[in-house]
């Protein structure tokens, strides 16, 4: 059972690596998108050391989201899906491993560069490491929410819409929390309500993605 | 081994076949002919638990066939219509891939063995994409090679796209599947020898 999750993964990391600018791309625009943002608003440090929570949550929402339809999309294309549902392991278990390789090739470097963005917005001292901690916690629910999404529109045209629609309710508390934490903690508040709840958040995906995603990935392959 | 029993599928408002029973014992193959859309590619997915059939029933080895059966998914090897490689990954990446998720021999000599056997050892380090349609199916067939352990093997049109070389090679695996007591059940548009007193025909649309 290991060894098709570690073949999974492996095969998903290697297969981005080859195709390097496909996931800079979401890199890129989440560097841009919260770069740009101090120049429309302007230069005055207290507004915007207050927008900056919720401008990088947007931003990595956005880019984790743009992402998303990759997930699967090739391995519906190219027949790989079939062979993953026919696999004699579990289907939430293989899932669970795209989800995994996604989340470290989309959640763990939006994770490390937010801290570098929030520099720019005057965020300093304890809320960056909130920050770090709230997203360690938040991307992967990120992943794991997206995956359902991406398995449910898959084949279907105009998929990345619908996509959003899908997904976006469900990131929103995600999004609450998790710029919440950054900005209790740097109003002096402890941000542990927000980080519990956010973990509580990871937990209950983690529990119910793979397998609400194993099951829409069966329907998309009949 | 394998029991079909009252099968039948339809596809939207249109009944693609129905009351259909055959049998597939030990050493046999099945040959499954049929004009396009009569449903062969559907009889297939079925068969093997990608499709679900609007009635009837599957039996292998006696016991029926359920949704996520681990036994019978180590036991039956698809090879659809698609080839299930990835174009950036090498020819060598793609079997060792598509062999460990199949739960066979997926070590690097048994990976090269088989590159040697279907002839594509001299693509062996090059990414998919600069293949050729032929090269591609036949990198997708080396799952086969791979699949000895797997008793049961359903293949949707598993000689197209295939240079003469290539058929005889695959025919004679077929072969060699049928001798140990496999079972294959496939569907091929071509006239192809194969295994003679042991291929059985079913025709969809008769």
Not at chain 1, 51 to 75: E, H, T
Request: hydrophobic content about 55%; aromatic content about 6%.
């Amino acid at each position: 059972m290991g060894a098709a999750f570690v073949a999974v993964f492996r095969r998903d990391i290697l297969q981005a690596w080859r195709r390097r600018a496909d996931w800079l791309n979401t890199l890129f625009f989440f560097v841009i998108v919260v770069s740009l943002f101090p120049l429309g608003v302007g230069p005055e440090p207290e507004p915007l050391r207050t927008m900056a929570p919720g401008i990088l949550w947007v931003a990595a929402l956005l880019a984790a989201m743009l992402s998303l339809q990759r997930m699967f999309g090739d391995d519906f294309a190219d027949g790989t899906l079939e062979q993953l549902i026919l696999a004699p392991q579990p289907l939430p278990w293989l899932a669970l491993a795209k989800i995994a390789a996604h989340w470290l090739l989309t959640g763990v470097p939006l994770t490390l560069l937010a801290p570098v963005l929030g520099l720019q917005f005057g965020l300093e001292g304890e809320p960056l490491f909130v920050l770090v901690a709230a997203l360690l916690l938040g991307t992967p629910c990120l992943s794991l929410i997206g995956a359902v999404g991406a398995a449910l529109t898959l084949g279907v045209r105009g998929g990345g819409v619908l996509v959003a629609l899908l997904v976006l309710p469900l990131y929103i508390p995600i999004l609450i929390f998790g710029a919440g934490a950054v900005a209790a903690s740097a109003a002096g508040i402890s941000a542990a309500p927000h980080l519990s709840l956010l973990a509580a958040g990871l937990l209950l995906a983690l529990a119910l993605a793979p397998w609400a995603t194993a099951a829409a990935l069966r329907v998309a392959a009949e | 081994m394998l029991e079909i029993t009252d099968l039948a599928c339809r596809r939207g408002e249109r009944l693609l076949f129905r009351g259909l029973s055959f049998s597939v014992g030990a050493g046999e193959l099945l040959w499954i002919e049929g004009r396009n859309g009569a449903g062969k590619t559907s009889l297939l997915r079925i068969l093997c638990g990608l499709g679900v059939a609007d009635a009837g029933e599957i039996r292998w080895r006696g016991r029926p066939v359920r949704r996520g059966d681990e036994t019978f998914a180590r036991e039956r090897l698809f090879l659809g219509h698609a080839n299930a490689l990835k174009d950036d990954l090498t020819v060598a990446e793609n079997l060792h891939f598509a062999a460990r998720i199949a739960g066979s021999d997926g070590t690097l000599d048994a990976v090269d063995r088989v590159l040697e056997a279907c002839g594509l050892a001299a693509v062996r380090g090059s990414p998919v994409r600069h293949l050729s349609q032929g090269q591609r199916r036949r990198a997708a067939l080396g799952r086969l090679w791979l699949a000895q352990a797997q008793p049961l093997w359903i293949l949707d049109e598993p000689f197209s796209a295939l240079d003469t070389d290539s058929v005889d090679r695959l025919s004679a695996l077929l072969g060699a599947h049928l001798e140990r007591g496999g079972a294959a059940v496939l569907t091929t548009h071509q006239e192809v020898a194969l295994p003679a007193g042991r291929t059985r025909r079913l025709r969809l649309d008769a």
